[in-house]
């Protein structure tokens, strides 16, 4: 059954700090997408990244970067010199060919402290 | 901003009552997908229209429903509410389905408080 895992409750770095956020997913099907969003405390998910299984290159967007090894069944999240505006909710989801819904994991609360 | 808004932005009900929530979705999306989420908790998938046609559904009750208008708009309506229906609703809309590992977008959601 598909299944994504973030078992990171919740992480509490200083600023300026690296911060990685794991996430585990478990699928059957070969053609998935795996994407983050970011949750503020006012509620709206903000998409950060989607990522098709075919593609294993890593990607980096400013001070993001994401991790994808199908080995391992990851895909990792890095924040690099983390500030104060990175607190949030982040939620890691999967989604299948044979799916019509985005699977979440349980999300990882990142607090990051001036 | 992703376009995509909804109403009310908070609102308390009692239990048993009904209440109907409402989302535009972005400009050009024919696909509304609504997620409940519990406090703590990550959102869980309720259904999802395309082009106005219900075509999926997750684990919810039938006083759950739905509807999506010609202009892709939608409303989600709940009966007979009980205290665990408290949560943000989140609407999101996309180009076509989850399916096809299109992005979906979400509005800030709607607080809903069950007394």
């Known amino acids: 059954a598909q299944k994504v895992t973030q078992a990171q409750t919740e992480i509490s770095v200083v600023e300026k700090e690296d911060v990685t956020l794991d996430c585990v997913y478990e699928t059957r099907d070969t053609t998935y997408y795996l994407f983050w969003y970011k949750q503020p405390p006012s509620g709206e998910l903000v998409f950060l990244i989607r990522?098709?299984?075919?593609d294993e290159q890593n990607e980096i967007s400013g001070r993001y970067s994401w991790n994808f090894q199908k080995s391992t069944s990851s895909f990792n999240f890095t924040i690099t010199a983390s500030q104060v505006v990175d607190s949030a909710v982040y939620f890691c989801a999967l989604s299948e060919d044979s799916n019509y819904q985005l699977i979440w994991g349980a999300g990882t609360k990142l607090i990051i402290k001036p | 901003e992703t376009g995509v808004t909804q109403s009310p932005t908070h609102l308390i009900k009692t239990r048993g009552q009904q209440v109907t929530l409402r989302c535009s979705s972005q400009s050009g999306h024919n696909t509304v997908s609504w997620y409940q989420q519990a406090l703590g908790q990550g959102p869980q998938f309720i259904f999802q229209y395309y082009r106005e046609e219900e075509n999926g559904r997750g684990n919810f009750p039938p006083r759950f429903s739905g509807l999506q208008f010609p202009n892709y708009s939608s409303e989600l309506n709940v009966n007979a509410l009980e205290l665990d229906d408290s949560a943000l609703y989140l609407c999101?809309?996309?180009?076509?389905?989850?399916?096809?590992?299109?992005?979906?977008?979400f509005g800030e959601g709607s607080w809903l408080t069950v007394v």
């Open positions: 990522r098709n299984s075919f």
């Open positions: 999101a809309s996309s180009h076509g389905t989850a399916t096809s590992g299109n992005t979906i977008y």
